[in-house]
């Protein structure tokens, strides 16, 4: 029986309006009054999967969150860390390099706010789409007293560019760090070995939960990994070619139209199978 949601939130749980629908928002209350856990699984950063975890009221009993595509793990119910890792600075100093001399934003992160050496259109949009506040300070690897969760770089104008620029460094990437899509204008450089799909396995661990009783849903490049980690892997309607080759499972609603309902309300179903 399936006991464990992993679910991307944007054009996943969440529609085209960053919503929840009703249908939605009922399918859940429903499979967790069943006993049953879901786990918010994004390449945000905490501060802005916490805060949007408390919008969506997944604070109690059984919700958890994967953060920055897996560095961090996190109990809502208790608000205590499972698991953190961080990039090494001196990797961030020099992605930080790179992209500025490709002429692309780039930015990491502190423990409550977006970090970025420098004010751009970019560094704007980011701040109002995940509603956390960015400081603009000289040298972030020199500001930082740890390793961050990652660095994150935008180009909405040309994904080619940053395709580019994620082949140009796959050499140096090699044994330092790993690189994902989150979508098709963000490339993000996580720790060696961090991925959604090694954090739904390292999850299951921590809470005794078999791997092949986990359902894993998204759309986007970064949420492959977990879709072929967990038992049943699903892709939204809405979702690009690749995530759907890699799922056992196509909703046929999308993210606009209830589609994160219409998994759990399958997926229940097992009990009675």
């Known amino acids: 029986m399936s006991q464990i949601m992993f679910t991307d939130l944007d054009g996943t749980l969440l529609n085209d309006a960053k919503q929840v629908t009703p249908k939605n928002r009922q399918a859940i209350e429903t499979w967790l009054a069943g006993g049953r856990q879901i786990v918010i699984t994004t390449g945000r950063p905490l501060p802005s999967a916490i805060q949007l975890a408390r919008e969506l009221h997944l604070t109690g009993p059984g919700c958890y969150l994967i953060a920055s595509n897996g560095a ?38 502190s423990k409550t706010n977006v970090l970025c050496e420098h004010a751009t259109p970019e560094l704007a949009y980011y701040e109002q789409a995940i509603s956390v506040p960015a400081v603009i300070v000289p040298d972030i690897a020199k500001y930082l007293s740890y390793d961050p969760w990652k660095v994150i ?43 959604k799909g090694n954090a739904v396995r390292t999850l299951c661990n921590h809470l005794h939960i078999p791997i092949t009783d986990a359902i894993a849903a998204g759309d986007a490049e970064n949420d492959i990994s977990m879709i072929q980690a967990a038992g049943i892997g699903v892709a939204m309607a809405n979702a690009s070619p690749q995530v759907k080759a890699a799922a056992d499972y196509i909703t046929n609603a999308d993210c606009n139209h209830d589609g994160f309902a219409e998994i759990l309300n399958r997926f229940m179903e097992d009990k009675t199978t």
Request: aromatic share 14%.
């Open 72 to 109: 961090l793990l996190y109990d809502c119910h208790t608000a205590s860390i499972l698991f953190e890792t961080g990039l090494s600075r001196d990797f961030v100093r020099y992605l930080l390099d790179e992209a500025d001399a490709w002429g692309i934003h780039a930015h990491s992160y």
């Open 153 to 195: 770089l935008i180009d909405r104008s040309s994904e080619k560019r940053l395709r580019d620029f994620q082949a140009a460094h796959r050499e140096w990437e090699q044994g330092r760090c790993s690189s994902i899509f989150s979508c098709s204008f963000m490339l993000e450089y996580c720790p060696l070995g961090i991925s």
